[in-house]
């Protein structure tokens, strides 16, 4: 039983940054590590960025690569998001999960998702 809580989203202009954090309840011990993932109205939840639990392995999607930064804290159990250069395309609700499947990029391989925050970005 894991609880996450999304913070950090919010209004920003294109080319500016946020930073995503996502603090989690209770350690998520089965699982691989943790992930990002949005979602845009009507859209399924796409894969943004996942992190191992020892933080060596990073993963990111092609349109996010280079821009955006995932890491994660073990001692205050959170997991963060650093994005910058931001476009108006990232604009959507973000959530964090615990990856539990082995495939990286795919919305089943997560689970225990958190409430969402929700980046906007203007042109």
């Known amino acids: 039983q894991v609880q996450l809580v999304e913070s950090g989203g919010g209004l920003v202009q294109a080319g500016g940054s946020l930073r995503l954090s996502c603090a989690a309840s209770?350690?998520?011990?089965?699982?691989?590590?943790m992930g990002w993932l949005r979602q845009v109205a009507g859209k399924e939840r796409g894969f943004v960025a996942a992190?191992?639990?020892?933080?060596?392995?990073?993963s990111y999607a092609d349109s996010v690569k280079g821009r955006f930064l995932i890491s994660r804290d073990n001692a205050m159990n959170t997991v963060y998001l650093q994005m910058n250069s931001l476009k108006p395309e990232d604009t959507a609700v973000y959530y964090c999960?615990?990856?539990?499947?082995?495939?990286?990029?795919?919305?089943?391989?997560?689970?225990?998702w958190g409430q969402g925050t929700q980046v906007t970005v203007s042109s």
């Open positions: 992190i191992t639990w020892s933080g060596s392995g990073k």
């Open positions: 999960a615990a990856r539990v499947g082995a495939t990286v990029t795919i919305e089943r391989s997560y689970a225990s």
């Open positions: 209770v350690r998520t011990v089965s699982s691989y590590g």
